[in-house]
């Protein structure tokens, strides 16, 4: 019943910037953390980032930290990656991820429902 969809990839030279948006349908009450994942070619899909419902405390990894900011809009059900400063490394496919409970999480396992994922690739 629960569906997210992720749009908002694309081409982008570095140093460019991009915004991902996930939009949430079905019941979502049950949904509090919303996270963002990234799966480059021959890697694991690893964290970015992830917010709390309220959007009051947010994580991100470390290599995203200072460039990427995570946000939410609950009244549109939809999440956010603003992407700045894009490096060819950013290069991934970003997949839109929630999850129940209030803890920020950076465990795949940890998230029970994904978005169908959107393409980010970055040009050097």
């Known amino acids: 019943q629960v569906q997210l969809v992720d749009s908002g990839g694309g081409l982008v030279q570095a140093g460019g910037s991009l915004r991902l948006s996930c939009t949430v349908t079905g019941r979502t009450f049950s949904l509090v953390i919303m996270g963002w994942f990234r799966q480059a070619p021959g890697k694991e899909r690893e964290f970015v980032a992830a917010?709390?419902?309220?959007?009051?405390?947010?994580d991100y990894h470390a290599s995203v930290k200072g460039r990427f900011i995570i946000s939410r809009d609950n009244a549109k059900n939809t999440v956010y990656l603003q992407m700045n400063s894009l490096k060819p490394e950013d290069t991934a496919v970003y997949y839109c991820a929630a999850r129940g409970g209030h803890l920020l999480r950076r465990g795949v396992y940890e998230y029970e429902n994904w978005g169908q994922g959107t393409q980010v690739t970055v040009s050097s």
């Open positions: 917010i709390t419902q309220s959007g009051g405390s947010t």
